[in-house]
């Protein structure tokens, strides 16, 4: 067994993970990969990089999970034994897993690109790959070998250029798009495209997109959600940690951090993580975490660990803060629910702050989708609509008694009718200045949604909404890679469009938040942070 059937064995035991996960198939001796492009993703193995250059001893032993678990049945301590194999076997395993591996990454890419970027996914040719591993599956030679020196390089270089040719697709693809696709897919993904995807960014080039997704994928593996959307870790911080320590191993993972586990960076780094968790908690409601730019200085932060993230105990004590600051959040969101309406609270904290919360907690928040979740003020004001139309159409079964004219009070009724529009006109008087002292405190209307499917904006612009004559944006991860003068011609587009979708102004933030554009009849301009 690798490492990974080992975890997903005591996962399993746990009763921790779904049905979906299946085990490595040991009934083909031929060492055929058992993997389709069906787009199921639980129908492969776990994918681990191969050793094309390693020296090995005659016999390999495989690595073991943990020594040591705990059986919860009966309560006593169990060792499991080391598995033996001999070392073309051991090899053989490793290269079908790392091309399983690599064809679990694609598919998911593509659904990505398909379901959530309404793209054509341009799957890679997998041919040349699959071919390379059936002649090295063919060797039969002892590994010191001319010709299996020959057909492991080759397999080596086959892998290699799908690797790159993947990577090459996931620099296109937006953190919050591959989150959206993990929570949304159906079937869900496995455990074993969930590794397969950590190993993926794990070995990739280190970049902040990378380690953003890397801490994603590796949440998802490690906790489980409930039916209040809650999260909860399936085992304790060691036992993460142990994971991950054999998992880097087995995918023969470049270490980037100090291996000394009393560095100083790597104990300032998880003891930082701790203090973010219990200003969280300590927290009284939402707004003071809003005020405080609480989530994007937890984002900042992930981001200046840089290569240090990878180490074990900081991956363990980011994922342990994403699930317990996740759920602080819906804590806080359901006390503002007992004081405000939906409307109040969405007008007040807006959706410019659902971004910067979902890439700081590994989990997408929309606000305005969790109050129609969570809240009953939907059938609520359902339920007035009914109720008001009963009572307007009870209303209209009374008949209305109508008196005839009299033509001697006319002159009466003719000065009572000026004296009454006067007093109408008054009132409405009244009422404007009332607004016009007001209007600062009042909400302003409704936000609506713009879709920019299909537009030449997509790629630079992933949520947009128009307020009264102002047209918002949250950029994409594009967006800070062109240059000034192409970002000035982008806002002068959108702006060019505000005379078709009524607005008269553009104003354009990062996802944290941050004004990185405005543009109006009277100027264009670029804000650099």
């Known amino acids: 067994m690798s490492i990974f059937e080992d975890l997903i064995e005591e996962l399993k035991e746990e009763n921790l993970i779904e049905e979906t996960v299946i085990e490595f198939h040991r009934d ?19 994918p681990v990089v191969p050793a094309a250059n390693a020296i090995a001893p005659d016999r390999a032993e495989v690595p073991p ?30 290269a079908m897993d790392e091309v399983n591996g690599l064809q679990m990454v694609e598919l998911v890419l593509s659904g990505v690109e398909r379901e959530q970027m309404k793209l054509l996914a341009k799957t890679y040719d997998d041919l040349p790959v699959k071919l390379a591993l059936h002649d090295f599956l063919q060797v039969t030679h002892e590994t010191s070998s001319t ?64 380690r953003s997704k890397f801490e994603l994928v590796v949440t998802r593996l490690f906790s489980r959600e409930d039916e209040t959307e809650e999260r909860a870790l399936l085992l304790s911080r060691e036992e993460i940690v142990q994971q991950l320590k054999e998992l880097y191993a087995d995918w023969s993972s470049i270490q980037l951090y100090s291996s000394d586990e009393e560095d100083s960076e790597i104990l300032i780094a998880v003891l930082k993580f701790e203090d973010f968790v219990e200003e969280a908690l300590n927290t009284e409601n939402f707004e003071q975490l809003i005020a ?54 969405e007008e007040k904290y807006g959706f410019l702050h659902d971004q910067a919360i979902s890439d700081a907690t590994g989990k997408t928040f929309e606000l305005a ?35 005839a004219p009299r033509s001697k009070f006319f002159a009466v009724n003719k000065w009572l009718l000026s004296f009454t529009i006067l007093t109408i006109a ?56 062109i240059s000034r003068e192409k970002k000035e011609e982008i806002l002068k587009k959108l702006l060019s469009v505000g005379a078709e979708k009524n607005y008269k102004k553009v104003h354009l933030v990062n996802p944290g938040g941050r004004t990185v554009g405005f543009s109006s009849a009277d100027k264009t301009e670029i804000y650099n942070h």
């Open 65 to 94: 999970a943990p020594t040591e678990w705990k059986d919860t049945k009966k309560n006593a301590t169990t060792q499991k034994p080391k598995i033996i194999v001999s070392e073309r076997e051991y090899f053989r395993k490793r």
């Open 147 to 210: 010709e299996h020196a020959q057909s492991e390089f080759r397999l080596m270089q086959e892998t290699e250029n799908w690797c790159s040719a993947l990577a090459h697709r996931d620099k296109h693809i937006p953190v919050a798009h591959l989150r959206r696709h993990c929570e949304t897919t159906r079937p869900p993904l496995s455990s074993q495209a969930l590794i397969a995807l950590a190993r993926f960014y794990r070995n990739s080039p280190f970049s902040e997109p990378v």
């Open 292 to 345: 405080t730019d609480f989530f994007n200085r937890l984002r900042s932060f992930k981001q200046n660990c840089n290569e240090n993230f990878f180490a074990p105990r900081v991956t363990v004590a980011a994922v342990e803060a994403n699930v317990k600051i996740g759920n602080r959040y819906l804590e806080l969101l359901k006390k503002e629910q007992e004081k405000f309406n939906a409307a109040t609270l």
């Open 426 to 481: 008054g009132c409405f008087g009244l009422y404007g200045w009332a607004e016009y002292q007001t209007q600062e405190i009042k909400l302003s209307p409704s936000i609506k949604k713009v879709n920019l499917e299909g537009s030449e904006f997509k790629d630079f612009v992933q949520t947009a909404r128009i307020d009264n004559d102002t047209f918002y944006g949250v950029t994409t991860g594009v967006w800070e890679s």
């Open 28 to 46: 083909h001796p031929s060492g055929q990969p058992n993997a389709q492009h069906s787009g199921n993703y639980q129908t492969m193995s776990a």
């Open 369 to 403: 989708e969790l109050l129609n979740e969570r809240s009953g003020n939907g059938k609520k004001e359902a339920a007035e609509i009914v109720e008001v139309t009963v009572k307007e159409q009870e209303a209209a079964k009374i008949p209305k008694v109508e008196k």
